[in-house]
């Protein structure tokens, strides 16, 4: 007799097919990383994650009758696939719109203007931008991560973007001496 697969297991598997455009095999793994072995959120990484194959998400597929997501209307065009991953960030929707808001920054905000005015017209740049499909992007770039910025960005705004850190040096330096180029 075959197991019963808990009902949140199958709706999470849905929200990934059809909220995230996962295809069948990037919902497996998915849901073996966020998942145990008992069925229940995985909190330590190390245990085994719960085993559902390919076929079963299929068969939900059809059976139910999910719908297939066009993902040209994503951001970028794209899903990220962490087989392809190059520069290992883990939310790359969320790290673009960062570095967008960073760069409107200065040319938004100036001396004595409200926060909150400064920060609805980043906000602006980067749905323009970005594309972020997410409300939980705008609204942790709105509460979190930008009144602290702008703070930071008035008190030393010419240090903001323009400087490299000597990090970031060193790593270009690196890559340089690793590429080779024909001139």
Do not use: C
Not at 86 to 110: G, W
Not at 120 to 133: G, H, I, K, Q
């Amino acid at each position: 007799m075959p197991r019963k697969i808990p009902p949140h297991i199958k709706q999470a598997a849905r929200t990934l097919f059809e909220g995230h455009g996962l295809q069948p095999d990037g919902v497996v793994v998915e849901i073996e990383q966020r998942f145990g072995k008992d069925g229940k959120l995985r909190a330590d990484p190390n245990v085994p994650g719960y085993e559902v194959s390919e076929r079963t998400i299929q068969r939900w597929i059809i059976s139910d009758g999910w719908a297939d997501v066009d993902v040209s209307n994503f951001p970028l065009g794209v899903i990220p696939s962490r087989d392809t991953m190059v520069s290992n960030i883990k939310d790359a929707v969320l790290h673009y719109s960062i570095t967008v808001a960073q760069e409107m920054v200065p040319v938004r905000d100036y001396p004595g203007r409200n926060i909150r005015d400064t920060v609805r017209d980043v906000l602006e740049d980067v749905v323009l931008r970005a594309r972020p499909r997410s409300r939980g992007v705008i609204k942790f770039l709105a509460e979190r991560y930008l009144p602290t910025y702008i703070r930071t960005y008035r008190k030393t705004p010419w240090k903001s973007n323009l400087e490299i850190t000597e990090e970031e040096k060193s790593m270009i330096t690196g890559v340089m001496e690793e590429v080779k180029f024909e001139d």
